[in-house]
């Protein structure tokens, strides 16, 4: 798989409902700093959640050339995860890894204790599981810190309107803060969406994406072992959970989402869906194995997601886009290399580089966007340059757990409902401790609530 390997706007203004004031009461009454660059010309990281993608991000931001830059604390709730993260880093990247032992921090509150070792204008990287991402930002905001987050940045309707918030306080400190939606960044896609504005496949009617793949991480969960709390297994196996990340739908599927979505320029207003688990098994997680979802924007025109995590099946990760005078091709093989191009017509077809049929294609090699991101976020911080990403990260997961939200309810969920719904997984993050219990219980049968369409209508579980 090539993510393993390889490790716009809104179409109405947000409601202001009470839940959205929560992350903003929180503020209020500080003297937040405006932020820049470091007062020198070093840049510090601090790595709040060593896992895969969190060791990923920090290596990726070791590599931008236009440094000095080194890593200078970290943070994780388990021990041994951050030990084989420093360890990776350090072979790496050598004395840019700068972390002694009494800055690698352990526990939940880790993330202020690593972020308490920055100067304002330096680097917070968040890659713990999304459910805590409001919870991590809203710290940085406090510290002046520029931030890079892992998508996705919310998990539900009360966490959305809370980052939103907290992107507004974020662009008024100047503060700059990239999101993982890679795609954003890679410079084939960056022109292909060009020539879509400028109309080289006409006016956008419909698109399509596919991620059909077996297990690829912790997404199916068997009943917890001895010797870990819940709460610590949940986040272990956050993936599982849709508290803790969205669920499968939200955390694999959301890249293809957004890239579909910014080629069409537009979110869709609602979504109808459906999934179901079919071979459950001893796995008693909240995921379903497939799901199929029809999203519809304002002008009517559809993009239909398909996805499927299940053994044995075929394989596919790609994305398409059909126009009034050709196609596209947005992914051929996964996020990257993307190899981009557009035809004649409307048989896009991904082995197809040099037919008659291919009017445009960028061209070979490309460079990584897991790297550009970066390097596109520290030219941001090193020249002052505007650079928020907040808001369309966090309008991405909404739209996400919008159409996550229909298939696991039977219903069809419009982005207003997904907005205002008040159904919040996990309330009360902030307070947590490692003696909390988990936010999600299990039930009389030793099973976890999981999604029941058409019995339960208006929240998930």
Known sequence: MNEAQNDLTSRRAFLKTTG???????????ALPHVHAAASNSLQIALVGCGGR?????SNALGVKNGPITLAAMADVFENRLAQSYTSLKERHGDLVDVPEDKRFIGLDAYQKAMDCLKPGDIAIFATPPGFRWVHFQYAIQKGLNVFMEKPVTVDGPTTRRMLDLAEESVKKNMKVGVGLMVRHCRGRQELHKRIQDGAIGDII???????HGPVTKEFSKPKPE?????LYQIERFHSFLWASGGLYNDFYIHQLDE??????AWPVKAHALGGRHYRGEFIDQNFDSYSVEYTFEDGSK???EGRDMVGCHDEFTSFAHGSKGS???STNGHSPGQVRIFKGQNANVRDFKSKNVVWAYPQPEKNPYDLEWEDLIDAIRNDKPYNEVKRGAQASLVSSMGRMSAHTGQVVTYED??????????GLDKFTKDSPAPLQLRSDGKYPVPQPGITKNREY
């Open 20 to 30: 959205r004031f929560a992350a903003a009461s929180a503020l209020a009454g500080m």
């Open 54 to 58: 969190g060791s990923g991000a920090a």
């Open 206 to 212: 419909a698109m399509r994406a596919y991620r059909m």
């Open 227 to 231: 010797g870990i709390t819940e709460l």
């Open 260 to 265: 579909c979505c910014w080629m069409k320029n």
């Open 303 to 305: 993009f239909f997601l």
């Open 328 to 330: 596209a091709i947005i």
């Open 418 to 427: 997904i907005l205002n719904c008040e159904h919040e997984f996990a309330p």
